[in-house]
């Protein structure tokens, strides 16, 4: 719902979402406001290079607000580049000016479901995705099914 609309925040999601990233990063977890963790898109970078090195290039730790927007950026790149979609992504002014944390705290779900399905080796956030279930009709089953129409 990221780029169609806020989502509400929910502090609950956003301290587990914080310790998930802290705990894969190996370091302790920060206190904070989420938004101010986050924000310079440093932490997300280099948990991405954690989960997935070969997903993003190098990226900056800089106090330069264009550096800090990129990174972020880099991030939703990248969160694509695993198999989010574009509607669980947020925008960058979404964090950087905090316009829309809660579609920051969906999109890190997103990426904790998508990792159970690829790197179950870490720990768990977000729900689980669903896997798509094949259905096979006979010839007999698709034309009735057409009669109704």
Known sequence: MGRHGGNARNPADEQHAIEWIFTILGEPVPQGRFEDI??????????MN???????????????SAKQRENISLFSK??????????????TID???????????????????????????LPVHGPKL????????????????KMHY
């Open 95 to 121: 964090l950087y000016e905090g316009k829309d944390m809660g579609s920051v705290a969906n999109c890190l779900a997103r990426l904790g479901g998508v990792l159970q399905q690829q790197r179950p080796d």
């Open 50 to 64: 954690k989960i997935r090195p070969d997903l993003l290039p190098k990226f900056s730790a800089s106090e330069q």
């Open 130 to 145: 669903s896997e798509a279930q094949a259905r096979q009709f006979t010839a007999a089953q698709e034309a009735a099914g």
């Open 78 to 91: 990248a969160c694509t580049n695993i198999g989010i979609p574009d509607t669980d992504l947020f925008q």
């Open 38 to 47: 986050l924000k310079d898109g440093s932490v997300l970078c280099r948990f």
